[in-house]
C-alpha cells in the first residue's frame, strides 16, 4: 500500500477476481458448445446440397456463410447484453482493489460489480453509449498521437517504429476504452458530484496525458494476445483435421468438408477462448497501467482544448459532459 493505495501485481489482480474470469468461461463454453453443435449441422446441410446439387460448392459456401453470420451475431448479443455487465462490474471491482486493496469476498462478486455499474450508471444502455463514446474519441486520438510520429519519419528505419507502434496502438484500442471507463467508477467512488460524463471526458485526457505510460502495458498485452492466439489456434486445428481425416476414411468428399468443419470449429474455438481467458487478462493489465499511470496526474485544460480541436468524437463528448454537469447516474436511466 502507497499513500492509501494498492500496488498490486496484474497476476495478485487476477487472482482475486478469479470469479469474474469463471462467468465468463463458463458463458463462453456454453456458446462453444452450442456452436460447435450448430457449425455441424449446418456443415451435414451443407453436404446433403452438394450431393443434392453435384460438383457445385456454391450451396455449400452459402450455408457456411449464413452460419458464420448466425454463429457471430449471436456472440455479439451475448456480449452486448449480458457480458458487457461483467466486463465493467470486473473494472469497478478492479479499480476498488486498486484504490482501497479490498474488495468483496468471492461469493457474490460479479453481482457485486454488476450492482455498482448500475449505481453509477443508471442502467447498461447508459454505460454502454459511454463506453462507445470514449472507444471513438480514443480511436481518433491515437490517430493524432501517431501522426505526431511523423516527424520523426527522417531517422532510418523510423517508418518501422511507427508501423510497430500503430499496430499495437490498434489492437490496444480495444482495452483503453475500459481503462478509462475505470476512472468513472475512481471518481464516484471518491463521491465526485460530477456526471460520468465529465468523468469520462477526464479519464479521456488523462489517457492523452499518459499515453506513453499506457503504451507500456499495451506493448505486452498484444504480444500475450498473438502469441497465445497462434498457439492455441494451432494446437486446436492439427488434432482436429487428423480426427477429421480419419472419421471422413475413404468417404468421397467427406474428408474436404470435415476437414472445412476443422478449421471453422478451431478458429471459433480460438475466438471464444481468447474472449474468455485472455481478455480480461488484458483487460486487468491495461486498467492496471492506466490507474497507476494517473495517480499524480489532474485532467490538463491546455490539452483538454487541443483535444477538442483534433476529435470530433470528443467534442461531443465534452458537449455532453457540459450538459449534464451533475445529473445522478439514476437519474440518466429515466
Known amino acids: 500500500m502507497t499513500n492509501g493505495k494498492a500496488n498490486f501485481t496484474s497476476m495478485e489482480l487476477i487472482k482475486r477476481t478469479m470469479p469474474f474470469f469463471v462467468a465468463r468461461i463458463m458463458t463462453y463454453a456454453i456458446f462453444a458448445l452450442a456452436s460447435i453443435v450448430f457449425l455441424a449441422i449446418m456443415v451435414g446441410i451443407g453436404f446433403l446440397l452438394l450431393r443434392m446439387f453435384g460438383e457445385s460448392a456454391g450451396a455449400f459456401i452459402v450455408v457456411m456463410l449464413i452460419a458464420l453470420v448466425v454463429l457471430f451475431g449471436g456472440l455479439r448479443l451475448l456480449e452486448r447484453y449480458f457480458l458487457y455487465m461483467v466486463k465493467l462490474g470486473h473494472v469497478s471491482v478492479l479499480v476498488e482493489l486498486l484504490e482501497e486493496g479490498i474488495a468483496p469476498e468471492d461469493k457474490g462478486m460479479v453481482a457485486y460489480g454488476k450492482d455498482r455499474v448500475i449505481e453509477n450508471f443508471g442502467a447498461s444502455n447508459v454505460a454502454f453509449l459511454v463506453d462507445n463514446m470514449v472507444h471513438a474519441a480514443v480511436k481518433q486520438i491515437q490517430r493524432w498521437i501517431t501522426r505526431m510520429g511523423e516527424m520523426i519519419r527522417f531517422l532510418p528505419g523510423s517508418q518501422y517504429l511507427i508501423m510497430i507502434i500503430n499496430g499495437i496502438m490498434s489492437v490496444s484500442l480495444n482495452y483503453i476504452d475500459e481503462a478509462v471507463m475505470s476512472y468513472v467508477f475512481l471518481q464516484r467512488k471518491r463521491e465526485k458530484e460530477e456526471s460520468v460524463w465529465r468523468s469520462a471526458c477526464d479519464g479521456v485526457v488523462l489517457y492523452a496525458q499518459s499515453w506513453k505510460d499506457v503504451l507500456k502495458s499495451a506493448v505486452f498485452s498484444v504480444l500475450f ?21 480419419v472419421i471422413a476414411g475413404d468417404t468421397e468428399g467427406l474428408g474436404y468438408f470435415l476437414g472445412a468443419l476443422a478449421v471453422l470449429g478451431s478458429a471459433i ?23 497507476l499511470s494517473i495517480r499524480e496526474l489532474e485532467p490538463a ?27 445522478p447516474a439514476a437519474d440518466m436511466a429515466r
Do not use: C
Open 301 to 327: 485544460m491546455d490539452l483538454q482544448d487541443k483535444l477538442l480541436g483534433v476529435s470530433s468524437n470528443f467534442r461531443k463528448l465534452h458537449r455532453k459532459a457540459k450538459e449534464e454537469p451533475h445529473q
Open 269 to 291: 474455438l480460438t475466438i471464444l477462448i481468447k474472449r474468455a481467458i485472455v481478455d480480461p487478462v488484458v483487460t486487468v493489465i491495461m486498467v492496471r497501467g492506466y490507474q
Open 225 to 245: 494476445i498473438y502469441v497465445f492466439s497462434i498457439v492455441l489456434f494451432l494446437a486446436l486445428v492439427f488434432p482436429a483435421m487428423l480426427l477429421s481425416k
